[in-house]
């Protein structure tokens, strides 16, 4: 027996229940058309802004009107150890160690980092094992790293692929590609929450399997980052990267999150591209030394921050630290189920989810796939006030996110489709 009920007063129950549903209140929620708030469910794509937000930026762009130069080290956050002030929670949030965390860059160019630095390519061991539907960025990057170091980027990358008739990856198929292939395979990279069925892989069973097989193991953390709890430490894994503007609703095109793990940090060998913010804190100045690298993830920065940027993700982080990742991941569970049963209430045949039903092989994202659907689905969900979001050829992906949508919204969204389905 299922622990929900069909009807909108069980929805509002469930809100009257939800212990975080008072933050809701702290995000702006974009307006419909008519004036009401719209059903947002794409936090997978950008999350929506902290009404805090503002009040961080304005702080720093005070103290750069009052200061000038001098807000690197007499502003209220000195900018020079600004980073410092997001390691704790970032941390927090994707299960590290504060040492093995810095906030950087973006996405794509991380991953380009990283892979200096762990892509070490020999004769014999070369090649790149990705999953099959790998965000185009991370398969173009990964491709021009082989290219790169003078491979060629077709018999250079292994796919790890989903069977026929099937949308999800099976850990055994990945097992069977290592046993035959994994002497020449010197990197995996895998998307930690594939962003197009949401399935969430078990990271540690990928590194031990990486590991095992003698290969580098890296997770790209875009979905899965503010969204399940990543473990990034216990995982083994040697790095990881993700972006802020997710799950982590620190506004568009904002820094990306890096990890490097700790069994990494004091290594002095490991090949890396490197800036003046890559050298020692208490030297840097002098501007004369020779290279003195910080250890831990530090240590790939490159140059002074964007502080702006960083501001943002300074009040999304205190958000979450006042959440819980922890209470966030539980009312996730809860909300995401209850999206599942009302769907699966439609008893419709014609819609099929996609992402895994066990409630810890996924986060928040539901992929639902609409039989001979077309792009006019979505049209019309966005013209009932419904943001999510499309992908081809015929999957709405729904990411109701635990900080700001309610279960009234996912009651509403489901009314909504049902309406649309059943015109046709
Ligand atoms: C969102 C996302 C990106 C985007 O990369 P940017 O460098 O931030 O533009 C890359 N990879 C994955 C897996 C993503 O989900």
Redesign the pocket.
Known sequence: MSEFKTGLNFALKLDRSDKLSHFRNQFHIPKHKDGTECIYLCG??LGLQPKITPAYINQELKDWAELGVEGHVHGKNPWLSYHELLADNMATIVGAKPIEVVVMN??????HLMMVSFYKPTTKRYKILIEGD?????KYAVESQLRHHGYDDKEGLILWNSREGEELLRYEDLESILKKKGDEIAMIMI?GVN?YTGQFLDLKRITELGHKYGCIVGF????GAGNVNLDLHQSGADFAI??S??YLNSGP?SL?GVFVHEKHAYNKNLNRFTGWWSHNKETRFKMRDEFDMLPGAEGWQLSNPPILSMAAIKASLDVFADAGMDNLVSKSKQLTAYFEFLLNELHNDNIKIITPSNENERGCQLSIQVKNANKSLHHKLTEAGVISDWREPDVIRCAPVPLYNSFEDIYNMVERLKLILDEK
């Open positions: 997978n794509s973006t996405l794509t160019t991380n991953l790998a965000f185009p960025s991370d998307g962003y790209d953390c875009a979905h993700w972006c503007y997710k095109g990306s």
